[in-house]
């Protein structure tokens, strides 16, 4: 006798709230899609005919090549001064036990678990007041305060998932610390060191807020351009800003999948909660 599998009503609300959800988001990201190849669009389905002029005025009108020249160099920098911190800080709280290490953990958290504008206001003002912001520099140090604690979350893990024997036996051998670090422990942390690299990557190409309180025109990132020129005042073409738009999202979105194919997001979400609690 087969047995009917009902749904409750409860999970069929559910599940009609993802499915209209991703109709709503498939849509918004549809609609600027074809935008940015619509010669027009007037009540109509779709343009009247397509065309890929709107990114080529974009590259020549919105200065597309320095706009990502930038926010490479801003990324860049952040990553790698990051992983410069954050794995000897990481080493350091998954290898040895003292007094306030979890206050500490957690005051690494901070900046990943509340939102950037409770403590970007006044850390903008610091850098300002020291004139370190308005150029590269500014942005860069601003974008560290969250990129750091989260290198060391994703690399927590990946340290103590090494046996410490095989450090010791490294010493053992005659192997300093430096030797030990550079031909011992930095090959087998290549994954955790890559995920936190795409990590930082990603949410410093998308980091709005921190950013926008410390870049000036010369020093804006592809996200702050974009806004700038949608709230810019003037006549511009809808369909060029929605080509950068869509230059941007294709940019996040291949970062996303590398980074989702190197680190397991159940981790850290573990990792954290194990913190917290």
Partial sequence: MKR???????????????????????????????????????????????????????????????????????????????????????????????????????????????????????????????????????????????????????MTPFIEQIDPAIERAARMCGARTGQVFLRILAPLLVPGILAASILVLVRTIGMFELTFLTADEESSTLVVKLYAEMASPGIRAQQSIDAMAVVYTATMLVLLVLALRIVNPTQLVARVKEEVD
Avoid: C
């Avoid at 010669?39 to 974009?58: G, I, M, N, R, V």
């Fill in 4 to 154: 009917r599998i009902v749904a409750r009503p409860a999970a069929w609300i559910v599940w009609g709230a993802v499915i209209f959800f991703m109709l709503n988001l498939a849509g918004v990201v549809g609609s600027v899609l074809v935008s940015s190849f619509g010669t027009s669009w007037f009540d109509t389905w779709l343009p009247q005919a397509f065309t890929t002029q709107w990114y080529t005025q974009a590259w020549d009108e919105f200065d597309l090549l320095h706009v990502l020249l930038v926010t490479l160099e801003v990324s860049l920098a952040v990553v790698v001064v990051s992983l410069l911190i954050g794995v000897p800080a990481a080493y350091v709280l998954a290898r040895r036990r003292f007094p306030g290490q979890r206050v500490m953990y957690l005051a690494f958290l901070l900046p990943i678990l509340m939102p950037p504008m409770t403590y970007g206001i006044p850390l903008a003002t610091v850098l300002y007041k020291y004139d370190l912001a308005g150029h590269l520099s500014g942005v860069i140090l601003a974008n560290l305060v969250p990129s750091v604690p989260f290198v060391i979350l994703t």
